[in-house]
C-alpha cells in the first residue's frame, strides 16, 4: 500500500511559511579539524618566517616598496624583492584585532567578523553566467544588478559581491555601475574590487554618500571588504599592494588570500603548499598593519591542488578539504 500523501500535497493552495531569520548572525560552535597537530602547524608558522626573511616575496609597487621599507623591511630595489625580519611579523600579528564588525546601510544587516562568527557571501570574479533559460553566456550588467537583488533577498546570505563581471561596461566606468547597483539594490555590506587608488576612491566616496556618512565616520569603522589574492609564489602585483595599503589606511576589511595550487605554484604536499600560503598572507597582513596598526584584516584560505594530467585546478578533492 502506498503511504497516504501529506495534507500539503494534496490538491489546493498551500499556505505560505513565514522564513526564521534568527540564522542571519551565525557563530560556529565546533572546534577546527585537526588536521596537523600543534607541533607541525609551529614548525609551518616558523618554516613560512624563514621564507620572508631569507628569501621575501616580490613587490611590483614602488609605493608598497617604500612602505615596507620605511618599517624596516629589506628591499632589493633590482629584483623587487621584500624581506620581513620575523620580529617586524610577530609585532604586525599583535596589533591585528581578533574580531571586527561589518557596518551596513541597514544596521540589521551589520555582522561581525573573526572568532567564531560565520559570515556567508556569494563569490566573485566569474567571468559568465547561467541560467536553465538561456544557458552560459557572458556576464551583463543586467545579470550583475540581478545576482545583488538575489543577495539582498536570501537572508543566508549575509553581506553582498562582485557575482559576476558585467562585461557589457566600460572598463574605466565599470567600478561606478557595480558600485551603484550595490548602493541602491541592497542594504548589506558591498564588496569592492582593488583595481587603482582612483577607482577605490570613487567607490569610498559613493558609499559614504549612499550612507549619509562623512570620512571620520567612514574610517572609524569598516563599511565594506575587498580580497586581495597574491600572486603565488611570493608575488603582490601592483593592483593588490596599493588595495591592502588603501583599505588599511581608511579602516576598511581586507581579506588576504593567497591562490596556491599544490602541484603548480605551490610544493605537491599540503604541510608544503599551507606554509607557502601562510607566508604570502603573514606578508599582506602585515603590510596592512604597517600602513594602519588594528586596521581590520582577515586571513583568507585558498589551497587546492591541479590535476596532474590537464594542469587545471581541482576543487573538492582530500587534498581540498584538508587545507
Known amino acids: 500500500m502506498r503511504p497516504r500523501r501529506r495534507d500539503s500535497q494534496r490538491a489546493g493552495s498551500v499556505g505560505q511559511v513565514e522564513r526564521s531569520t534568527r540564522y542571519r548572525n551565525l557563530a560556529n560552535p565546533f572546534a577546527p579539524v585537526r588536521v596537523f597537530s600543534d607541533d607541525q602547524v609551529e614548525n609551518m608558522h616558523l618554516a613560512a618566517l624563514g621564507i620572508l626573511e ?10 608598497g616598496r617604500a612602505v615596507l621599507a620605511g618599517a624596516g623591511a629589506t628591499v632589493d630595489e633590482a629584483s623587487q624583492m621584500v624581506r620581513l625580519d620575523s620580529g617586524l611579523v610577530t609585532a604586525a600579528l599583535a596589533s591585528v584585532p581578533a574580531e571586527a564588525n561589518l557596518i551596513a546601510r541597514n544596521p540589521a544587516r551589520s555582522c561581525r567578523v573573526g572568532g567564531p562568527h560565520v559570515v556567508f557571501a556569494p563569490v566573485a570574479g566569474p567571468p559568465s553566467v547561467s541560467d536553465l533559460q538561456r544557458g552560459k ?3 551583463t550588467l543586467e ?15 549575509h553581506v553582498l559581491g562582485q557575482v559576476v563581471e558585467p ?15 550595490q548602493l541602491t539594490l541592497g542594504d548589506k555590506v558591498p ?8 577607482q577605490l576612491a570613487d567607490c569610498f566616496a559613493m558609499l559614504r554618500i549612499g550612507q549619509g556618512i562623512d570620512e571620520a565616520t567612514f574610517r572609524a569603522a569598516a563599511h565594506c571588504y ?3 589574492n ?3 609564489p611570493l608575488q603582490l602585483d601592483v593592483p593588490m599592494t596599493d588595495g591592502i595599503i588603501e583599505f588599511a ?14 602541484g603548480a605554484m605551490a610544493p605537491i604536499t599540503i604541510a608544503g603548499a599551507l606554509t607557502l600560503a601562510h607566508a604570502e598572507a603573514l606578508f599582506g597582513i602585515t603590510l596592512s598593519q604597517i600602513v594602519r596598526p588594528g586596521a581590520p584584516v582577515m586571513y583568507g584560505s585558498f589551497t587546492s591542488n591541479v590535476d596532474m594530467k590537464s594542469g587545471s585546478p581541482a576543487f573538492g578533492t582530500p587534498e581540498y578539504a584538508k587545507a
Open 54 to 63: 631569507r628569501q621575501g616575496m616580490r613587490v611590483l609597487s614602488p609605493r
Open 137 to 139: 553566456r557572458t556576464g
Open 143 to 157: 545579470d550583475f544588478r540581478d545576482f545583488v537583488r538575489l543577495s539582498q533577498a536570501f537572508d543566508v546570505i
Open 167 to 181: 562585461q557589457d561596461a566600460s572598463v574605466t566606468e565599470r567600478h561606478l555601475e557595480t558600485t551603484l547597483a
Open 191 to 198: 564588496h569592492f574590487y582593488c583595481r587603482g587608488d582612483a
Open 226 to 228: 575587498s580580497i586581495c
Open 230 to 232: 597574491t600572486n603565488s
Open 249 to 262: 589606511a581608511n579602516g576598511q576589511l581586507m581579506i588576504v588570500t593567497p591562490f596556491t595550487l599544490a
